[in-house]
């Protein structure tokens, strides 16, 4: 019997890594009956959602201010930040009954600003009777040291991590393990949608390069990350016969990849050998990177199109996540990842990737091995969630 289900925590479709999750975990439970809870619903419908499933509003500052502003005024007098949650989450909490809840920001406990609200909304949905399930979860394992975590981590029916470090970590919090589940990211399984590509693109000739305002934010040495992506364009340009693109993977004013990228495409435009890819809903940019010989990304969801691609990707990273899902495609993160707050030299980002280019052969060899195995993995995932949300417990 399908049950009626709803995805939160989910922040939008100008996160293209956001999106592939919902869309690729849409495609693992086709037939249900599934709504998702959004920060953003209008990027939803103008990306790759609409008609995937029901897109419902997360209740915000831009839907009304008075409304929020009462609630948040409410929120401080009582020193109850229940209500907020009540009324931010209305559609789940009010408006309708769901069987189960899924937990859909595979990294939101990555971030300690957020995990309050994590918390209080698992809560929540337990109080109401809902059975709720963290799905492809990246996790500090500092984080679950905390008394407050663990516990909320133990109200979950089933937490899915998506690599081993938060697996193990999870195992040592005191999370049962009949209850914890080791699958890949669910966006391993995106279909690619390959469209015309841009003048300047020669397939299997590009290296495209991505890079966020979140890793620059967290480099120990103030212009460092930039620093280190400039050299990386200029020695490429001048060691390789290899075109650069740029892509962008958030797309949202105050996190928006376009903003360091232009800055990079100016510095570099009269080359004649770099380009800006358009913005385009998850699949088409998965599209696009499965045709590039090389990917440099700072989003998660960007490298896992290329690994997934069979693509050699090189990870500026700055958390659990990048770490563990190359050690678990290649048992190591050295080499594949180049962790941001660790920058102290202009140069550190070319020197990983001309090693990676040293590595080209081996490295595809390692992933046309591994990734069809990696997939399989990931749409287990998919089945396995499938039967857990089915399942009467």
Not at 269 to 278: D, F, H, K, N, T
Request: proline content about 4%; charged content about 25%; overall charge negative.
């Amino acid at each position: 019997m399908s049950q009626k289900i709803v995805f939160t925590t989910h922040a939008g479709s100008g996160n293209h890594g956001c999106e592939a999750i919902v869309n690729s975990t849409c495609h693992m439970l086709a037939g249900q009956d599934i709504s998702v809870i959004s920060t953003r619903p209008w990027e939803d419908e103008a990306y790759s959602l609409g008609g995937l499933c029901h897109i419902k509003k997360e209740y915000r500052i831009t839907e009304s201010l008075p409304v929020h502003l009462f609630y948040l005024a409410k929120k401080l007098l009582t020193r109850d930040p229940m209500c907020y949650i009540e009324y931010r989450f209305q559609e789940a909490l009010q408006n309708v009954r769901y069987d189960a809840a899924v937990s859909i920001g595979g990294d939101n406990y990555c971030y300690p600003e957020q995990v309050q609200d994590l918390m209080l909304l698992n809560r929540a949905l337990n109080a109401r009777g809902t059975k709720t399930v963290l799905w492809g979860v990246s996790i500090e394992p500092s984080l679950l040291k905390r008394v407050d975590v663990s516990e909320d981590m133990k109200r979950y029916a089933h937490i899915f991590a998506r690599e081993r470090i938060t697996y193990e970590a999870l195992l040592s919090a005191g999370v049962e393990e009949s209850r914890v589940h080791r699958y890949p990211d669910p966006a391993f399984c995106l279909k690619a949608v390959r469209k015309e590509l841009p003048e300047g693109f020669y397939e299997g000739n590009v290296v495209g390069i991505n890079v966020s305002p979140m890793v620059m934010e967290r480099e120990a040495v103030p212009g460092m990350v930039y620093q280190n992506y400039e050299t990386l364009i200029e020695q490429i340009l001048k060691n390789t016969q290899m075109n650069v693109a740029l892509l962008s993977h958030v797309v949202w004013e105050a996190n928006d990849d376009r903003i360091p990228l232009r800055r990079l495409y100016e510095r570099f435009q009269e080359s004649g050998r770099v380009i800006m890819l358009p913005d385009a809903d998850c699949t088409i940019l998965k599209g696009y990177i499965a045709r590039m010989r090389f990917l440099v990304a700072a989003r998660t969801h960007a490298s896992i199109a290329a690994y997934s691609s069979q693509v050699p990707v090189l990870v500026a990273g700055y958390s659990v996540k990048a770490k563990g899902i190359a050690e678990e495609l290649f048992g190591t993160a050295e080499g594949y990842v180049v962790p941001v707050q660790e920058m102290k030299k202009p140069d550190e980002l070319w020197e990983a990737f001309r090693s990676m280019m040293e590595r080209e052969a081996e490295i595809r060899q390692l992933l046309k091995e591994r990734m069809p195995v990696y997939v399989e993995q990931a749409e287990a995932g998919g089945r396995k969630l499938r039967e857990i949300l089915n399942a009467d417990e």
